[in-house]
């Protein structure tokens, strides 16, 4: 640990390159996807990763509530993105503050233009994403897993959509940041992306990176993605064809 002023800051990056957790700048959290745990709803998946972790239940194609917000034309995408009162250390107001407002509105932003909205007019596909406990990168996470829950409730899509959150520590470009690297490093930039053509659909940034480092960031986060989308397949897979997603379970 380092000090500044009375404020202890942790060393983010050791000599050998390693972070706190050990991991390498180019290395993901733990990452593991549920898909279908809940039956009440059309679709849902579950995603642990590192220590977060975030249910995501989808409904629709259903009636718009309220109903001014209807659009003749196609389907609305509403997101509702929440963190509970207990998935945080330091005791968390509860219910829909700023942050959870903007995070909605880009998460549903995201969605909406994956998704063939064109097919189902004067409908609603209502995203709820809860996180249970917090440990940055949150919305990627709801992001993942509202995207493997819309696959779950049949939802014509372009493609899935793997997301994570790329971040400057000690200096260095580093991919998937936790608690620690958010609070005290240099930036941070969620980005959720379409594997197919590459296109960014969500890309925020807090902090400071230079032109250089922002293209070394996109390009890790695009490898990121990718690894990430593996799983996203994987769990529909195990969830679908658990035979072929698990051929020696089968066999058993
Ligand atoms: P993200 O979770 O997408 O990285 P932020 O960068 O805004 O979003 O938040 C980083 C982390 O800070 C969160 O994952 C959570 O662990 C913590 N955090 C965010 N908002 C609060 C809050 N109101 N109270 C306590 N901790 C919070």
Known sequence: MGSVGA?????????????????????????SITAGPLNQADGSAFVEWGANKVMA??????????????ENNKAIVQCRYNMAAFSVDERKRPGLDRRS?????????????????????RTSIDVYIEVLQANAGTRCAGVVAA??????AGI????????????????????????E?????????????????????????????????????????VSGCRQIHEKMKAALRERYAPSSANPSEAAA
Do not use: C, T, W
């Not at 239940?57 to 209807?70: K, S, W």
């Not at 407002?101 to 007019?121: D, L, N, T, W």
């Not at 372009?158 to 940041?177: E, N, Q, T």
């Open 7 to 31: 404020k202890e800051i942790p060393v983010l990056l050791n000599a050998d390159g390693r972070r706190i957790d050990g991991r390498r700048l180019d290395e993901l959290r733990q990452l």
């Open 57 to 70: 239940a989808v409904y629709g194609p259903r009636e718009v509530h309220p109903r001014h917000l209807q």
């Open 101 to 121: 407002q903007e995070i909605s509105k880009v998460i549903a932003e995201a969605f909406e233009s994956v998704i063939f909205v064109e097919e189902f007019p």
């Open 147 to 152: 995207s493997v829950a819309l696959a779950d």
């Open 156 to 179: 014509p899509m372009v493609d899935l959509l793997p997301s994570v959150a790329v971040g400057k520590i000690g200096g260095a470009i580093a991919l998937d940041l936790k608690k």
């Open 181 to 221: 690297e958010d609070n005290f490093g240099e930036a941070d930039l969620p980005m959720a992306m379409v594997p197919q053509s590459g296109r960014l659909v969500l890309l925020q940034m807090e902090g400071h990176m230079n032109r250089e480092e922002l293209s070394q960031a996109l390009e890790l986060g």
